[in-house]
């Protein structure tokens, strides 16, 4: 068996790399893939971890590669690096792929000379990016660096340049098509999804929508009203941006309102965050949204059964039912919920997709969220979610998550620039912190109005 076939086995054993076409898995970019890596794993085999470290040492051989140290990109380099150089007696350093040090902390960590040849050793190559920071990070530091061996590459477009433009040779003990080859050979996947399954390093971004999407469905005849009052209102302001007012007091949101009033179809509110919420305030926002030109959203989530939601929405202190044009729903409970929330005049919108870091809401559950809204079509006009599966005009992508350049914060939210949001055929951006903690939160308003309604006229 050749190399990369042996190291593929051991890869799929250990399940360090796992392959899953009809649920595929969500990165913490939100992109989703076919295919999961971690090989932390591996190191727990001693069998398979000999195994590979030999694969490492043979590919130096072989390749007569010329060096004086080894050196292991942390964190998962480095137990690899270890191996290797222990079993070849050579000096091993270690070195961090953030840019960026913490205050006291040394990039490169080991001794070394000015001018010594390093070896990198990564354990994967998803796009290669922190394997190339690591390696300008030797570079800096004065070390030589030719080559760089991985144990698995996703084989994306973009590595191979990457590595070019470092005039660094890339070396890998298995890659991706090997392994799809041998995950067949071992029926962990049928041979008709391998090819699909292959196509998801080409264009990873949208391979889910291109595989996922269910059928289009043409122009339906009638059309729920608050669904055509939100088009008019995105093309009369020219914009497909609802901005979530998650402030605490009535009065800052209405600050907010009359700075960004101007540049939105939609507001989000979170009534039950309000410290000093009277019904004045629902008058006050209501006047400001007839004037301003934009409809309103209560992210109230339902998540109960049908008899509980509706007296949530149209009792309690905030009777929702009265003022807001649009709600949202959970589908976890089942049609009742929908049943409890039927309403001539408040339309509804479910939650297909969440933008939260480790979220439960899988493929399966996506396609449920979907059938259901098609089953209540004359309440349900949209959808809080993050990829357009269902290409059905009845219905309105709205992606929360967004702000103008990814990341996320420390409560597990994720992040999505404006235009990769719009890319995976988002209709409305939902923003929050972006806008309202700008310090000039109307001219950022602007700027993501402009931004997102360019992307989305493209
Ligand atoms: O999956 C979701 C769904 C929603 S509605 N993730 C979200 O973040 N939201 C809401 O969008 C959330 O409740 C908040 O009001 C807004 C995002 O706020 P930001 O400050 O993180 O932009």
Redo the contacts with the bound molecule.
């Keep these: 068996m050749s190399r990369q076939k042996k190291i593929a086995e051991y890869l799929l054993d250990t399940k360090a790399v796992k392959l899953n076409f009809d649920e595929p898995f969500t990165y913490a970019s939100g992109i989703r893939s076919p295919i999961y890596c971690d090989n932390r794993v591996l190191i727990s085999h001693p069998k398979i971890r000999k195994g590979i470290a030999k694969a490492f040492i043979d590919v130096i051989k072989e390749n007569n590669l010329e060096f004086d140290i080894i050196a292991g990109v942390a964190t998962s380099g480095i137990p690899w690096a270890a191996f290797i150089a222990e079993e070849l007696e050579k000096p091993m350093v270690y070195v961090r792929s953030k840019a960026k040090g913490h205050g006291m902390t040394n990039l490169v960590e080991g001794e070394f000379k000015e001018g010594d040849k390093a070896i990198v050793i990564e354990d994967l190559i998803s796009t290669g990016g922190s394997s190339l920071t690591a390696a300008k990070g030797l570079k800096e530091a004065g070390i030589i660096v030719n080559d760089l061996i991985a144990i698995f590459t996703y084989q994306m477009k973009k590595t191979e340049e990457g590595f070019n433009n470092e005039k660094i040779n890339l070396h890998t003990l298995s890659d991706f098509s090997t392994l799809a080859e041998k995950a067949v050979e071992k029926n962990y996947l049928s041979a008709e999804n391998k090819d699909k399954v292959l196509e998801w390093n080409q264009d990873p971004q949208n391979w889910y929508s291109k595989h996922y999407q269910t059928e289009e469905i043409k122009e339906p005849e009638t059309k729920n009203k608050v669904l055509l009052k939100l088009q008019k209102v995105m093309k009369e302001k020219k914009s497909n941006l609802c901005v979530?007012a998650?402030l605490t007091t009535t009065k800052e949101i209405l600050d907010l309102v009359e700075e960004i009033g101007d540049k939105i179809c939609l507001l989000?509110t979170?009534i039950d965050i309000i410290e000093d919420f009277t019904p004045e305030f629902i008058t006050k926002l209501q006047k400001l949204a007839k004037e301003k030109n934009f409809m309103i959203f209560e992210?109230r989530?339902f998540a109960d059964i049908g008899n509980t939601v509706k007296h949530q929405f149209e009792n309690g202190i905030y009777h929702i039912a009265d003022w807001a044009d649009m709600v949202?729903a959970h589908v976890l409970p089942g049609p009742g919920i929908l049943e409890g929330l039927k309403n001539d005049k408040v339309a509804l919108i479910l939650?297909q997709?969440?933008?939260?870091k480790g979220?439960l809401l899988t493929p399966d559950y996506t396609k449920k969220a979907q059938e259901m809204a098609q089953e209540y079509s004359n309440y349900v006009i949209g959808f809080?979610g993050l990829n357009k599966t269902l290409k059905d005009p009845r219905f309105m992508l709205m992606t929360?998550?967004?702000?103008l350049e990814k990341g996320t914060?420390k409560l597990g939210?994720q992040?999505n620039d404006v235009e990769s949001a719009i890319k995976k055929g988002t209709d409305i951006i939902?923003?929050?912190?972006?806008i309202y903690q700008a310090e000039d939160p109307g001219a950022e308003a602007q700027k993501y109005q402009e931004l997102a309604w360019k992307t989305y006229n493209k």
């Excluded at 939902?430 to 972006?434: F, Q």
């Design positions: 979530a998650d989000k979170h992210d989530k949202n939650l997709e969440m933008s939260s979220n809080i929360p998550g967004v702000k914060d939210q992040y939902i923003v929050g912190r972006g």
